[in-house]
């Protein structure tokens, strides 16, 4: 989203069934999300404080590691600059923080605005991060690595602002598919057009760390008239199934609505889109997620799976973090 939010879902989600029947069902908006239960009434994070997250914690990206269910998420001040907390659970819900952020702006790209809006995946043993750097003047699609979660190594600037094969502005929002797909690593990402709405692309890299774009136009574009029609935003690292690689996406009317909808794309082909939902699966509800820095917001920007469900981890009018469940039992039948 433009330089903010984040989630939390648990969803029984049987590919088949994810990927099949919202379009299919009556267009009444926001229909489809009724499925989807939130498991607290009220934010499982929220500023606290005077200092580093006093203004806003939102955001999260969330894994496994050690037994312990593990959230980076966004935390930012009374002055706008934003770093990543770090958190952990048990379950999955309950989230115990670390008294300091795990990622502070340094570089040149980042100072002033700070580390925004985190995405993880593991590759070989190695945690990849992508991340927002936003100086003040540029946000763009940064990298950074580690084995713990809690030190880290910057690799820079991935994909520069200004300079994609369509996007004329800034990036951001880096979900890495977590296998090779064609000998190849595969990133979807955000970027922005010359009519100003935010759409998607796709970039591929032999190294994780050089990108190239895979194609001329948009690999997911606004659609008139929908819940995504001025931003069309990646969430957490895609699932590579059988059936095709699922990617959890958020999009946002013209009324700066936030949503979260899915597409599928070709397991062997990354730039083919094969379904799409018409109608969003989850939407602002809480009065929380509607009022708070940005109003009418939910972002889904973590997935974790649990036995035959998923949690879901999104952001709350770019204030908290929320956390629901549900079952995608549903037939994914819309077309691209």
């Not at 499925?35 to 009220?42: E, G």
């Not at 990849?128 to 003040?136: A, D, I, R, S, W």
Request: proline share 6%; net charge neutral.
């Amino acid at each position: 989203m433009s330089v903010q939010r984040a989630g939390l879902l648990v969803t029984s989600l049987t590919l088949g069934a994810v990927l099949a029947s919202l379009a299919a069902q009556p267009s009444t908006p926001g229909q489809n999300s009724n499925s989807w239960h939130r498991v607290s009434a009220s934010p499982i994070l929220s500023p606290q404080g005077q200092s580093w997250e006093s203004a806003g914690t939102y955001n999260p990206t969330v894994v496994l590691h050690n037994g312990k269910y593990v959230m980076l998420y966004r935390a930012q001040d009374a002055a706008g600059t934003s770093r990543l907390g770090y958190a952990e659970s048990d379950d999955g819900i309950h989230f115990t923080r670390r008294a300091e952020p795990v990622l502070s702006p340094e570089a040149d790209f980042e100072k002033g605005g700070g580390v925004e809006d985190p995405r993880l995946v593991k590759i070989e043993g190695t945690y990849y991060l992508t991340y927002t750097g936003y100086n003040k003047k540029d946000a763009q699609l940064c990298l950074a690595t580690s084995k713990d979660l809690l030190h880290w190594k910057r690799l820079g600037v991935i994909v520069p602002a200004y300079k994609g094969n369509w996007n004329v502005g800034w990036t951001k929002s880096g979900a890495i598919v977590p296998e090779k797909i064609g000998g190849k690593y595969w990133m979807y990402w955000l970027g922005t057009a010359a009519d100003k709405t935010d759409q998607m692309a796709l970039s591929y890299s032999t190294d994780l760390l050089h990108w190239t774009e895979a194609v001329d136009t948009p690999i997911l574009p606004k659609r008139v008239g929908k819940f995504d029609s001025r931003v069309v935003e990646p969430g957490p690292a895609p699932l590579v199934t059988p059936d095709g690689i699922l990617l959890i996406y958020n999009g946002a009317d013209d009324k700066l609505v936030y949503r979260t909808g899915l597409a599928l794309f070709d397991r062997k082909d990354p730039t083919k889109l094969l379904r799409r939902t018409s109608q969003p699966i989850f939407e602002p509800r809480e009065e929380w997620e509607k009022v708070g820095q940005v109003p009418n917001v939910v972002f889904v920007e973590g997935i974790v799976r649990r036995g035959e469900n998923y949690l879901f981890y999104y952001g709350a009018a770019d204030k908290f973090v929320g956390v629901a469940t549900g079952k995608l039992d549903v037939k994914f039948n819309d077309s691209p």
